[in-house]
């Protein structure tokens, strides 16, 4: 069983609002990832980290942000929610070989 | 990017058929590896299979590398309807996914 829990599960916000959205992993993994998929479509890569202070942006433009303080942890925050930031958001994070999704976090903002 | 691309987009199948998914990749690679989806969860992994290898097994699981075509198959024997999900390949080191196959078996 996959130990990367991603908090909230669900969320409803209105426009404006700031939000972070929680991922963290007790495998002590290094490499950590966020990915954005709406319903039956592909995920995209939004942010990654190879490590402690280490973040890079992904293929898809983003408005989000990250940070990497600690190993375990790796928080993705919305500063100004949008509508069209509503989607699902998956944190994973990998060490040598395959990757650990959480269970996802579903924004929805109105 | 080594993003994998998966083949059909969608399959639907009877309980007990088997279910034949292809991904094809562009550039050269290490291993390459299957995941699954379930409705509205996270992605978990099934098998990897590195590229001195044509073929391995997981359970009912069967998956094939064709490092001249640069593609790969994932066939689930037997399938039930608890295999209803979408299935994503990957390239290691790459992490990038494509859009998957849906996979609803009926029961």
Redesign the interface.
Known sequence: E?DIYQTPRYLVIGTGKKITLECSQTMGHDKM?W?QQD?????H?IH?SYGVNSTEKG?LSSESTVSRIRTEHFPLTLESARPSHTS?Y?C?S?GR????????S?LTVL | SQQGEEDPQALSIQEGENATMNCSYKTSINNLQWYRQNSGRGLVHLILIRSNEREKHSGRLRVTLDTSKKSSSLLITASRAADTASYFCAILNDMRFGAGTRLTVKP
């Not at chain 1, 070989?97 to 996802?104: A, Q, T």
């Open positions: 996959a990832y990915y319903p039956g479509m592909e995920l890569l990654y293929d699902q998956l994973a990998g070989g395959e990757l650990f999704f959480g269970e996802g579903r």
